[in-house]
């Protein structure tokens, strides 16, 4: 049986944090290490420079994002794990789909008409500050989707109307030119839920609330003490399930650790004691990764050799596949 084509872009903006683990990267490794699909995992920076645009930083996004992935397990002998901009055959296609999608679906792709309605509740014209490249956002990414002819997208839910845009102008190709793109399926985890921040709110680097995945132990230790809890006494009894620290705890711990803490919370445990075991077993989980991570840090160049090894696998796909893109538009050289 064919593998099905499952990818997903990850954006460089920041440095991830711990929900970025437990949303994306986890669901996604663990996906890439089932049988039956081929994974396609790559770096969205030229979706973050419509925003990133000081080269330093965009660098240093770009290397801490792939170095996370590399130490975090991802095999890129199983997962063809490239950066977007070593592919140009995405910006290629990203002109062509340009011109045959209307400009009344830009109008209402989400990530513009937020900044539209900002905009506009502070007064200002509707488009200040919003590059075009925030605008035609969705067309690069229904690019990088429908150049790999995929079957499968994972991402979080704020992405569902991206996949569905690609979808349409899948669908608005294959009418006007014939058969050619399969039409990708969003994949939403709905297993996890949204991890709470230092303050209960959802963990975000827009919020300032979380807990970079790859920070020192001391830091660590520090964020956790941090996280909000209510001021239940130790002694009573607990809801695991409406507690933020449980649900990080669930993810890093094994099976058995969870059914004990399931029982010590209903029996009455401190917020400290749990903040005390939560760090234990992130600790354990995250320090030989931390490691990974920081040599990869260290050794720019072998981030560089993987990507670029990334690249030519997934050239050596979109190239043919453009080709015959190009030629159901007319072009013949
Ligand atoms: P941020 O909100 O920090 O800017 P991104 O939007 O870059 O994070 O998210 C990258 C990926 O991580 C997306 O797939 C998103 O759904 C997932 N993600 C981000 N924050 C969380 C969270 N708090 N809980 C679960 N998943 C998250
Ligand atoms: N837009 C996605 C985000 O903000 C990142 C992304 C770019 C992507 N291209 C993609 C995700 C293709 C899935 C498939 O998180």
């Known amino acids: ?196 921040g230092l303050d209960g709110r959802k963990m975000s680097k827009s919020y300032n609330n979380t807990i970079p995945l790859f920070c020192e132990e001391k830091e660590l230790k520090k964020l956790i003490k941090r996280i909000v809890t209510d001021s239940t006494p130790p002694q009573e009894p607990k809801d695991p399930d409406r507690s933020s620290l449980f649900l990080i705890y669930r993810e890093f711990a094994s099976e058995n650790e969870v059914a004990q803490m399931r029982n010590s919370y209903q029996s009455g445990i401190g917020w400290g004691e749990v903040k005390q075991e939560l760090f234990q077993v992130m600790n354990k989980h995250l320090e030989q990764p931390r490691h990974r991570y920081k040599e990869l840090m260290d050794t720019p160049r072998e981030i560089d050799e993987i990507l670029r090894y990334g690249a030519e696998k997934a050239r050596h796909k979109a190239r043919p596949f453009l080709k015959e893109i190009k030629e159901k538009i007319g072009y013949s050289g």
């Not at 986890?26 to 979706?47: C, R, V």
């Not at 930083?57 to 890129?76: E, R, T």
């Not at 062509?96 to 209402?108: A, E, F, H």
Request: hydrophobic fraction near 40%.
């Open 1 to 196: 049986m064919e593998k099905k084509v499952v990818l997903t872009g990850i954006k460089a903006t920041g440095r991830p944090h711990v929900g970025n683990y437990i949303g994306a990267i986890k669901p996604a490794l663990q996906l890439a290490g089932e049988t039956g699909y081929s994974p396609y995992y790559f770096i969205a920076d030229y979706h973050s420079l419509t925003t990133v645009q000081d080269a330093g930083q965009f660098k240093d996004y770009v290397y801490g994002i792939a170095a996370s992935w590399l130490a975090l397990g991802l095999d890129p002998e199983k997962t063809t794990f490239y950066r977007q901009a070593d592919v140009p055959e995405i910006m290629e296609l990203s002109w062509i789909l340009s011109c045959l999608t209307p400009k009344g679906l830009m109008n209402r792709a989400h990530a513009y008409k937020g900044a539209v309605d900002q905009n506009l509740q502070n007064n200002l014209d509707q488009d200040a500050g919003i590059n075009i490249g925030v605008y035609s956002y969705p067309i690069l990414m229904a690019s990088d989707i429908l150049l790999f002819q995929s079957d499968i997208v994972p991402v979080g839910k704020d992405q569902i109307q991206h996949v569905e845009i690609a979808r349409d102008i899948a669908a608005h190709f294959n009418r006007v030119f014939g058969e050619t793109f399969p039409l990708p399926q969003y994949k939403v985890d709905t297993a996890t839920a949204v991890v709470p």
